[in-house]
Every structure is written in structure tokens, then in C-alpha cells.
């Protein structure tokens, strides 16, 4: 361990947006995919955009500076790649790392899916029994020295190593590789101290989790082996996301100097418990997570004095620091002019934040700190439903008299350039009204009319008048606020927009019956009416902080009741209400999961409950580990889910035997440009069919199309079809 080991930075963050302020790494990703571009310019806008965030840190005043929180698309892959995680297959592809990432034409990408209870999307990393682990380390020095020839001393941030194994695809079992997986760490630090870094941070956010006693007794070695080595850096071991709980008094008896609370959403009780409950913190740094990394409200200053207050009664040394990486937040309030300025005075983008970090560094501790109320306790929910599936089945089969294995997708079709030009002129106010809704015409038309060639059974309208599934809804809801650049990274290059909603949500008049009803105007195949549900809208939402979740949950279930009751006042026979969030909201610990679930599957029926039987409703689910919800699923009583299983390798397929109602496990990743041969396809579905009765299948693609090329789409769609009437031949013969 560090001879003398240097005092901890009194202001730090966790970690910084990096998609650049006007998504500058979006664009220059896009161009090196395409072949506009080239490795070098894409490294270069790299080091431009962390040049520039150290800079503006150091600008406004924040001591503790990170570094390798930076990715060309997601940390949880580059420390894949730092530990010679990589698997054979991707090795000789041109780009290995993005091959990983995306897929190539031949190889299929690694799985990704959501990171804790974020709308963040990993890498899934493959740890196998074959998996030779070497430290590549080329990253982090490469980050550390061009902070340096800048002037800037760093943090390096790296994922811990129980974390890593814990998130990979064998999960808790990978934790048979850890001693070796620490060896590439104990290198990592030497290699560190060597360069004269003073501090390294090992983020461990699954511990905020249940863990069992030998994951915990992984910890415990893990940091006990990494804390005894001769020469290393102080380790500032960060959860973030929740309480430590039972893993904190394990991290407390290892010989790590600092460990980061997240004091947002967890932490004081554990500080706060009779004096034979608390962990010994009197000789480690507690850095203290008061400024929320996961939503855009100033911070409570009473609050975050309260718990600072509370940290430094108990703690050696105390640092001040947001609760989480501000990854999950925009840049800059500046950036938003068009806010309402009453609004504004209650908000904190990244900046903001790392301001609000420094003022409470610098702040004089002494003084009476109030204690903060407790939460308001949230208003009781009346179940509601719609009538039994059986007649509602008979019902729509009388309607609709649909083939076997019926052929759909999940709602959006490709967002051509010229579309996205057109919505920008639009808000520009150089494009007319008129003018932008006849091009959404056309490109409904031209959504319509491909799915007819290529011979869909069931057909959305591709919305091409949203710019995003949940902001679109927000823009016609009162009770929001949409942003101009309030950009978010949700995986490699895809950003979205997350809407404030600040206020109480109500509808003030239909928001898609017109589009959906001309979409069924142009065609005899049934049209689905396309909703986000309210867990959805309100996950990839800011949502205000004086009331309970589950409240401002019902309000916006209340909204998407009367949008579903128009549609099928329109004579829509088919309305499909997304909840792709409904996995991404449940509680970290077990404790609170039964209760988060009872509400959560009660908004979405009271926001259906409205729909006759012979009306079909359809629900969407993506990307989140859904085998864990697959109870609730079902107790959504949609009577057809669509869910993510070509990126998982049908991984969802083992859990879906008593699942009651239409299914449809899809055949298509549509977040990779790869286009499936009807080989790849027919094998997902067949293994579907071995799952479930033939007549509760549906076939569709993983998720909506918005991100990908009518090219690529046209040839993937005609495979899913073609397999499926091959399919439905033989059951039918």
C-alpha cells in the first residue's frame, strides 16, 4: 500500500457525459461506420471532447478530476478489453471492439442490455472457461497521459472487478475466474503506481444489489488481495444507485482508503443505525454521493448538509461528490433558452451539478442542519382490468381472422435524412406546417405500401411524426417541458432527449388517432395504433420530486387511457402500448420489488382498461433481462407481448412455457446493421416453437426499426416473412 498516501480530492464527480455537447461522438461514430471517415478523425474527435471536459471541470472549480470515463461506446466492453476478454470469434474481425459492439455481416454482436435501473445499455461481456485473461491497459494510460500533457493530474476509473464478473453472461458463476481476473488488476495498479497516479477509483455499482455471502466473501478477497499490494494508487472503491447495505462493513474491514456512498438513494440508514449495527468508516474517506447524477433538479441544499453532516460524524475524512457518473444527464442549462424560467430556477444539468459539488466542498460545516421530512406516502390504486382473455381471444380472431405465426413489427420504421432535415427545419421555423405533415404523409404511405410487397400481416404506420417514443408523447402531455439538446446516451451512438416532467400530467386533446386512422385508410391489413405505456414515458422522463413514483405513474396511465379509448372510438383494431421500462424501474434489492411490480402492472391495465374485447392490445418489452419479470409480464394481460430474444440468443425462451396469451420472441436484432439469412431466422423460430403452441406465436423483430436503413430492413423483414409462411405451410399441411 502507498507509503504516504495524499489526502482525497475535496470535490470530485464519479464520472462526465461524453457524447459531447451538440453529439459530436454520435456523428463522428456514424461517419467511421459508414466509411466517411476514417479511425483517425473518430480518435481525434476522442480527444478533442476529453480535452474539453477536463478543461471545463477544472474551470469551474472541481479538485478531483476522472479520467477513462470516457468510451467510443461502453465502458463495461472497454474493460473487456483491458482484461483480454475478448472471444475468439471477434479476434480477426477488421475492428474488434466494434464487431463486439455492432456485429460484422457474418458474426453476430455480443448481448447487450439495460445497466441497473437505467435506460443505459451494456455490452454483455463472455467470460467462459476458455477465456484468457491479459491486461491491455493501453486505454487508461493513453487518457491519463494526454490529461497530463494538458496539465491536469487524473483519477483513472476503471469497473471493478466483482462487478465485471457479476454483469457478464454466466453472471455469479464467473466468479470462479476472479483470482485471475485480480491478477489483471494488481497489474493494472502497478502499472498505475508506476506512472505516479495517486488515486484509482473501482467502481462496484452490484453491490448495491443483493448479494449472497460468497458473493460477498468475493468482495472481501478481491479487495483485501488489491489492498495488500506493495505499490499501488489509494483505491476509491464507488457503489453507485443505491445502499451498500450488507456490503459496506465487508468493504469497511478491507484495506481500501476511500469508499464512495451514493447519499441520494441510499446510504444514511446504515450511518445512522445503534453504534453495534455501523460499519468502522473512522479511517477510510467516505466520498459522499449528495448531488444526484440521475435526474435534473438542483439539489436540496438542507438535504445534502443533513447527510454531510451525518457522513462526517463517522467517517475519517469526508469528499463531496455526486451520487452516480452524471453519464445520465445533459450537459449544459445554458444550452436550453426556450425553458420556462420558472422552471429553470429548479434545474441542474451537468455543469450545474459540478458547481452545486464545489459549493458544498467549500462550504463551512458547522452550524444546526435540519432533518429532512419524510417522503409523502403515495395515494392507494383500484385494480382495474378488461374482461377474460378467452373472450377477448374469440372476439379479435372473429375481427381480425389473422394467419398462423402472424407476421408484424415493433412500431418504427427508418428515420431517413430527409425526414430528420425536415423535423429541424420545422422547429426552425423554415419549413411550413403544411409542407412537413404532407412529407409524413408520404413516408406513411411509403411505410404502408413496403409492408404490404413484402407481406406483413400486421402493419404499423412507421411513425415518422415522432422524434422519439417517449418526447413525442411529452410534446402534446401537459405537465412537461422537452429540451433543445438535452441530450442522454443511451448505447453507442443512440441519444435520446429525456423530457422534465415537472408538473401534473393531463391530455388536452388525441395525440395519434389522426396519423393511425389515414395509415388504416390506405390499407385493408389491419394497422396497430402505436402508445408508450406510463412506466415507460415516466423511466425516460426527469420526474419531479414531490411525489411518489407510482402516483405520477397513474397520472400518465390516466392520459394513455383516453388516447387508447379515442383510437378505438377510430375504429383502430389493433392498439399496441409499449412498456420496454418496465424491467428498467425494478428495485435493485428484492425488498421492494412485489410492491414496485403490483403498481406498475396496475398503471398499465388501468391504461388498457378502457379497450373492448374485440380490440387487441399489444405490449412491447426490450433489452432488460424480462426473463426475471416474466409473472408480471403476464399479468399485464396484454393479449400479445412482442419481446427482445435475437440479441440474447433466445435466452428468454426457457422461461415462457405458462405464459398464457399471443407471444412473440423476436427474430431480428435490429440493433446491429447486420441483415439475418433466412437460416438465422428459422432457427430463432423453430427454437420458439419448441417453447410455446404454435398458435400463441407471433414473429416480429427484436424492436422498432427507426435506427436502421430501409436496405437493411426491407432484406431482413423479407427473410422473417419468407421463414414464416415456410413455417406455417408445414403446420398447416
Known amino acids: 500500500m502507498p507509503a504516504v498516501q495524499p489526502a482525497f480530492p475535496r470535490s470530485t464527480v464519479l464520472g462526465y457525459p461524453r457524447i459531447g455537447p451538440r453529439r459530436e461522438l454520435k456523428r463522428a461514430l456514424e461517419a467511421y461506420w459508414d466509411g466517411r471517415s476514417g479511425r483517425e478523425e473518430l480518435d481525434r474527435v476522442g480527444a478533442d471532447l476529453r480535452e474539453r471536459t477536463w478543461r471545463r471541470l ?120 476472479l483470482d485471475e481476473v485480480l491478477g489483471c488488476y494488481a497489474e493494472l495498479l502497478g502499472v498505475l503506481a508506476a506512472e505516479g497516479v495517486a488515486w484509482v477509483q473501482l467502481d462496484e455499482p452490484a453491490l448495491v444489489a443483493d448479494r449472497t455471502p460468497g458473493e460477498l466473501a468475493a468482495v472481501r478477497r478481491a479487495y483485501d488481495r488489491l489492498g495488500g499490494l506493495a505499490a499501488r494508487p489509494g483505491l476509491f472503491v464507488a457503489a453507485a444507485y443505491g445502499d451498500l447495505g450488507e456490503a459496506l462493513p465487508v468493504l469497511a474491514a478491507t484495506p481500501v482508503e476511500a469508499i464512495g456512498l451514493d447519499l441520494v438513494r441510499g446510504g444514511l440508514d446504515e450511518l445512522t443505525a445503534p453504534a453495534g449495527d455501523r460499519p468502522v468508516l ?140 425536415a423535423r429541424a427545419a420545422l422547429a426552425a421555423g423554415t419549413l411550413a406546417e403544411g409542407a412537413y405533415e404532407e412529407l409524413v404523409r408520404a413516408e406513411i404511405e411509403r411505410a404502408i405500401r413496403t409492408q404490404e410487397r413484402l407481406g406483413l400481416d400486421v402493419l404499423v404506420h412507421g411513425e415518422p411524426e415522432r422524434n422519439d417514443m417517449v418526447q413525442y408523447f411529452a410534446e402534446h402531455l401537459d405537465g412537461f417541458a422537452v429540451t433543445r439538446n438535452g441530450w442522454v446516451q443511451s448505447y453507442g451512438s443512440r441519444c435520446t432527449r429525456p423530457p422534465i416532467l415537472h408538473g401534473d400530467v393531463s391530455r388536452p386533446e388525441p395525440i395519434t388517432v389522426r396519423w393511425a386512422r389515414y395509415a388504416q385508410s390506405l390499407t385493408d391489413r389491419p394497422v396497430k395504433g402505436m402508445l408508450t405505456g406510463p412506466v415507460t414515458i415516466v423511466a425516460w422522463s426527469f420526474v419531479r420530486d414531490d411525489l411518489p413514483l407510482r402516483d405520477v405513474v397513474f397520472q400518465v396511465a390516466d392520459a394513455v387511457r383516453e388516447e387508447v379509448r379515442d383510437l378505438e372510438a377510430a375504429g383502430v383494431p389493433i392498439i399496441q402500448v409499449d412498456e420496454p421500462a418496465l424491467r428498467e424501474l425494478l428495485p435493485l434489492r428484492s425488498a421492494g420489488r412485489a410492491r414496485y411490480l403490483e403498481w406498475a402492472v ?132
Not at 320 to 333: A, F
Not at 721 to 727: Q, T
Request: glycine fraction near 8%; charged fraction near 25%; include cysteine.
Open 282 to 421: 473512522a479511517g477510510k474517506t467516505v466520498v459522499a454521493g449528495v448531488v444526484s447524477g440521475r435526474d435534473v433538479w438542483r439539489t436540496d441544499r438542507g438535504r445534502a448538509a443533513y447527510a454531510l453532516r451525518v457522513a462526517r460524524e463517522h467517517a475519517g475524512d469526508v469528499a463531496v461528490s455526486t451520487s452516480c457518473s452524471l453519464l445520465h444527464v445533459p450537459y449544459d442549462l445554458t444550452a436550453e433558452p426556450d425553458l420556462d424560467p420558472e422552471l429553470r430556477a429548479r434545474l441542474a444539468f451537468a455543469e450545474q451539478k459540478v458547481a452545486e459539488v464545489v459549493e458544498l466542498a467549500r462550504a463551512t460545516p458547522d452550524g444546526p442542519v435540519a432533518v429532512p421530512a419524510p417522503p409523502a406516502a403515495p395515494a392507494p390504486v383500484a385494480a382495474e382490468g378488461r374482461g377474460p382473455y378467452e373472450a377477448r381471444a374469440a372476439a379479435q380472431a372473429g375481427r381480425l381472422r389473422l394467419p398462423p405465426l402472424p407476421t408484424t413489427t415493433i412500431g418504427s420504421f427508418p428515420q431517413t435524412g430527409e425526414l430528420r432535415a
Open 58 to 177: 477544472a474551470e469551474l472549480g472541481l479538485e478531483g478530476l476522472p479520467s477513462n470515463t470516457f468510451s467510443l461506446y461502453d465502458h463495461v466492453l472497454d474493460t473487456a478489453v483491458l482484461l483480454g476478454a475478448v472471444p475468439e470469434r471477434y479476434r480477426e474481425a477488421d475492428d474488434p471492439y466494434f464487431a463486439m459492439a455492432r456485429g460484422t455481416r457474418g458474426l453476430a454482436p455480443l448481448r447487450m442490455t439495460k445497466w441497473f435501473d437505467t435506460n443505459y445499455h451494456y455490452i454483455v461481456p463472455e467470460v467462459g472457461p476458455e477465456t484468457v485473461f491479459a491486461l491491455d491497459a493501453a486505454k487508461p494510460l493513453a487518457e491519463l497521459r494526454q490529461a497530463r500533457a494538458l496539465g491536469f493530474e487524473t483519477r483513472p476509473v476503471v469497473l471493478g472487478p466483482v462487478t465485471f464478473l457479476l454483469l457478464s453472461e454466466r453472471g455469479a458463476a464467473a466468479l470462479d475466474r
Open 602 to 733: 396496475a398503471a398499465y391495465r388501468r391504461a388498457t382498461s378502457g379497450a373492448g374485447d374485440a380490440t387487441q392490445i399489444h405490449t412491447h418489452l426490450c433489452y432488460s433481462d424480462a426473463d426475471q419479470i416474466l409473472e408480471a409480464i403476464d399479468g399485464l394481460d396484454a393479449d400479445v407481448t412482442t419481446i427482445e430474444s435475437a440479441r440474447s440468443g433466445g435466452r428468454i425462451l426457457g422461461a415462457v412455457g405458462a405464459f398464457g396469451r399471443g407471444l412473440g420472441p423476436g427474430v431480428y436484432d435490429i440493433h446491429s446493421p447486420r441483415v439475418p439469412g433466412e437460416d438465422e431466422v428459422e432457427e430463432l423460430l423453430r427454437g420458439t416453437l419448441k417453447a410455446l403452441p404454435a398458435g400463441r406465436v407471433w414473429v416480429n423483430p427484436d424492436c422498432g426499426l427507426k435506427t436502421r436503413t430501409y436496405e437493411q430492413v426491407e432484406a431482413a423483414l423479407a427473410a422473417m416473412v419468407a421463414v414464416a409462411r415456410r413455417l406455417r405451410a408445414e403446420l398447416t399441411a
